[in-house]
Each structure stands twice: as structure tokens, then as C-alpha cells.
């Protein structure tokens, strides 16, 4: 009989092989590779084909396991440091005050007025954690796309900045959604608490991180590079998630921080050789998880609901400060719709409503759904009109 670990690795495998392979096809027709990836990941889910074929071969081949779960997790790490390390802190120096301003109410908009639409349908308890999910933009899939496409410039940088800054926000956001939910009131004192702890946090830790990493880097030899930079970006991954951090905002830290360094371009090189291989992953796995078979009519109408309430008000959170950043409105619009999917936060906060009983199956598949559906729509959006970014 075959062991769990090698019918896990078989699986990884077959996922790289039809991500790869869809994504040579949604290029050909003019699509992002990361539609192709996150479509095949439906296709062959053990809710649909995958589950078919598990029947078939009497092995649980397609499945969303622990190994699967490891190197999604790792895949999206990549993506993280990749995109910290192309930025680095000038990136984030170029748009300032203003993408910080773009991630706080580019996460800040899209909740409050996603809770107030949503508690017409569900109880309130339940549209402030479902609100929760609309604020973070999936920087994977923002990363992702500007690798792609190789774009630069300062309203790349704004993406960016507020796609990094605004995990912060949001992780804020759903910490206080949290409280409210679970302990049945609004407590100013508790939501002060959490806005200060995480923002001096994740302060000190940027900060420190920028001072120190670069230094040590720059005494390391050459050939163990790489290594020290696993070490670095997993290390303090583990810091930062014990302390309640997303392992996205460390990521995206490591990879600023490595930026800084005089081995910046050996760990280029590095990294894209990673994400050559690992990089789909994650997409895939996001399209497995998404239960087409079970969705219900109130789950159908809950999700595309979700995400008209999500590309509309993460549009008007952003579009002021990327006018004000580039003096462009076709460009602002372009860089807001840039901010569109929400992806793999969006996947957290339904996971953790569910954890906490306070989501039903309904209320968990409608938020997977919104997840998936942002970050097919706002990749097919931004694809078509990147070019007009200033």
C-alpha cells in the first residue's frame, strides 16, 4: 500500500505539472497565468474531477492535506520575499505617507461598509467577521502579476506598499472583529490595546529588521547566501506568527530587509529559481479549496454579493491616494483595480470564523468563493489595463 507522504508528493507533482501547463494556455490566449492556476485548482479538486478520479484509481490522490498545505504555505512565502526583495525600501519610500494611507482605507472602506450591507442578511456578529475578509488585498496575487508582467515604476510601488501595509490593517481589522464577536461588545479600551500592540510591533520588528539583516548579510559568504536566507525568512516568520502576525507580513519584511544587502542579486537568482518550480502551488491549491458541488442558492447569492461589496469599496478606498500619487485618473483606476483579489487573507478569516463557530458552511464557502472570484476578476481587469499605470 502507498504511504500518505508518497501519494502526497505524487500530488504536488501533478499540481506543478497542470499549473505549469495551464498556465502556458491562459498565456497563449492572452489570460494571467494566475487564472489558469487558480481554474485548474477547481477542475482537479476532490469536490469535482479530482474526487472522480479518486474513485476511479481507489486512492485518495487529490486531496487538501497537510503536505499540500505545507508547500502552499511555502509557495506563498516565496511569492512574499520575492516581491519584498524586487521592492526594498526605496519602492517604499517612492509612494510614502500616500500608500500607507491607500492600505488603511483600502482595508478600512471595504469592512465597514461590507458589515453594514451584510448585517441586512446575516446576523451582525457574523457580517463583521465576513466584513473582516474584504479589506486585505492578496499580495500573492499582486506579486504574482507584476512578476509576470515586469512592471516598475511608482505606481507599482504604490501597489505594493499598500498591499503590504494593508495585511497589517486588516490582520487589526479581524483581531478586533474577533473581540466583538466572541465577547458580545464593543470594548474602546480592547481595540485601543490591539491598534497599539500590533502597530508598535509590527514597528519595532521592521524596523530592527531593516538595521540588522542587511549588516549580517553583507559579512556572509557568497555561497552560503541562499541558505541564510531560508533561514532569515522562515526564522522570522516563526517570531512573528507567534506574536499573531500573517507569515505574509514577515515575508514581505525578510524580503525588503534582504533588499538592502550587497547580496541582493545572488538572492534574485535564487528565489526565481524557486518560484519557477513552487511558485503555482499556492494558486492550485486556493482553486482546490473552493466546494462548487455544495453551494447552495443563499451561498451563491452571499458570494457574488461579497464581491461586488469587495471590488467596489477596495476601488473607492484606494482611488483618492493613487490619484493623489500619480495626478492620473485612468492610472488610479488602473492601480486600485490592482488591489482588487483578496485571495489567501480572505481564505484565513474564513478559516478562522469557522474555527470559532461563529461562520456556518454557508457563510465559510461564500467568503472561499469572493476570495477565488476577486482574484480571477481583478487579475483579468488589471491584465487588460496595467499599460495606463504612471
Known amino acids: 500500500m502507498l504511504s500518505e507522504v508518497l501519494i502526497a508528493l505524487l500530488e504536488i507533482s501533478l499540481i506543478m505539472l497542470f499549473a505549469a501547463l495551464m498556465g502556458s494556455i491562459s498565456v497563449k490566449y492572452r489570460f494571467p497565468k494566475v487564472v489558469g492556476e487558480l481554474l485548474i485548482g477547481i477542475l482537479i479538486s476532490p469536490f469535482l474531477i479530482g474526487g472522480f478520479i479518486n474513485k476511479i484509481i481507489n486512492i485518495n490522490l487529490f486531496s487538501i492535506n497537510n503536505y499540500v498545505l505545507l508547500f502552499s504555505e511555502f509557495s506563498v512565502i516565496l511569492l512574499i520575499y520575492s516581491s519584498g526583495l524586487e521592492s526594498g525600501i526605496l519602492s517604499l519610500k517612492s509612494s510614502g505617507i500616500w500608500g500607507i494611507m491607500g492600505a488603511i482605507f483600502g482595508a478600512t472602506v471595504p469592512f465597514i461598509f461590507g458589515t453594514f450591507l451584510l448585517k441586512f442578511f446575516v446576523a451582525f456578529n457574523v457580517a463583521i467577521i465576513m466584513g473582516s475578509a474584504l479589506g486585505a488585498t492578496s499580495l500573492a496575487v499582486v506579486s ?117 544587502s550587497k547580496k541582493v542579486t545572488i538572492l534574485r537568482k535564487n528565489i526565481d529559481d524557486l518560484l519557477s518550480i513552487f511558485g503555482s502551488i499556492f494558486f492550485v491549491v486556493v482553486g482546490l479549496e473552493v466546494n462548487l458541488i455544495n453551494l447552495s442558492f443563499l451561498g451563491v447569492f452571499l458570494s457574488l454579493y461579497l464581491t461586488a461589496i469587495a471590488i467596489v469599496f477596495k476601488i473607492f478606498g484606494i482611488y483618492p491616494f493613487a490619484f493623489i500619487t500619480t495626478k492620473n485618473h485612468k492610472s488610479s483606476f488602473a492601480i486600485s483595480t490592482g488591489m482588487i483579489p483578496r485571495g489567501e487573507i480572505g481564505l484565513v478569516v474564513a478559516n478562522v470564523g469557522l474555527t470559532y463557530s461563529i461562520l456556518n458552511n454557508v457563510e465559510f464557502s461564500s467568503i472561499v468563493l469572493m476570495s477565488l472570484l476577486t482574484s480571477i476578476i481583478g487579475a483579468l481587469i488589471f491584465n487588460n489595463i496595467y499599460h495606463y499605470i504612471k
Do not use: C, Q
Not at 199 to 223: C, E, L, M, Q, R
Not at 229 to 250: D, E, H, K, N, Y
Open 144 to 260: 504574482s502579476l507584476i512578476k509576470e508582467l515586469n512592471l516598475k515604476g511608482k505606481g507599482i510601488d504604490f501597489i505594493l506598499t499598500a498591499g503590504a501595509f494593508d495585511d497589517v490593517i486588516s490582520l487589526i481589522i479581524l483581531s478586533v472583529a474577533l473581540a466583538i464577536s466572541t465577547l458580545g461588545g464593543f470594548s474602546y479600551a480592547h481595540i485601543i490595546r490591539i491598534v497599539f500592540f500590533y502597530s508598535i510591533a509590527w514597528g519595532i520588528i521592521f524596523a530592527t529588521s531593516v538595521f540588522i539583516i542587511p549588516k549580517i548579510f553583507n559579512k556572509i559568504n557568497d555561497k552560503y547566501a541562499f541558505e541564510a536566507s531560508l533561514v532569515t525568512i522562515f526564522g522570522l516568520t516563526a517570531i512573528m506568527t507567534t506574536l499573531g502576525f500573517s507569515p505574509i507580513i514577515a515575508a514581505y519584511i525578510a524580503g525588503v530587509s534582504m533588499a538592502e
